[in-house]
């Protein structure tokens, strides 16, 4: 089990992944810097999409920067890359 929102109360959590019960979770693959380069301009909508991906980036399991930017382009800009 993957969690990225994980209240630190003394580092309990970290004893958790120190103990094999939890995973850390992993670095989010889309960053503000990939939106920039795809034309979005930075503001509130930025932590809005990145929160998105990170979610997906959970729940299907990307392991690429091309399947994070596959998602970006069908949801912000309506296309589907090859």
């Not at 004893?15 to 939890?22: K, P, S, T, Y």
């Not at 979610?55 to 800009?77: P, Y």
Request: aromatic content about 8%; proline content about 6%; charged content about 15%.
């Amino acid at each position: 089990m993957r969690v990225h929102h994980v209240y630190d109360h003394s580092g309990v959590w970290r004893l958790a992944i120190a103990e094999g019960v939890l995973q850390a979770p992993h670095p989010p693959l889309l960053t503000g810097d990939d939106l920039i380069v795809w034309g979005l301009s930075p503001g509130p909508d930025f932590g809005t999409l990145l929160n998105e991906a990170l979610i997906e980036q959970d729940v299907i399991g990307w392991t690429t920067k091309e399947e994070a930017l596959s998602w970006l382009a069908v949801r912000w800009l309506g296309v589907t890359l090859v």
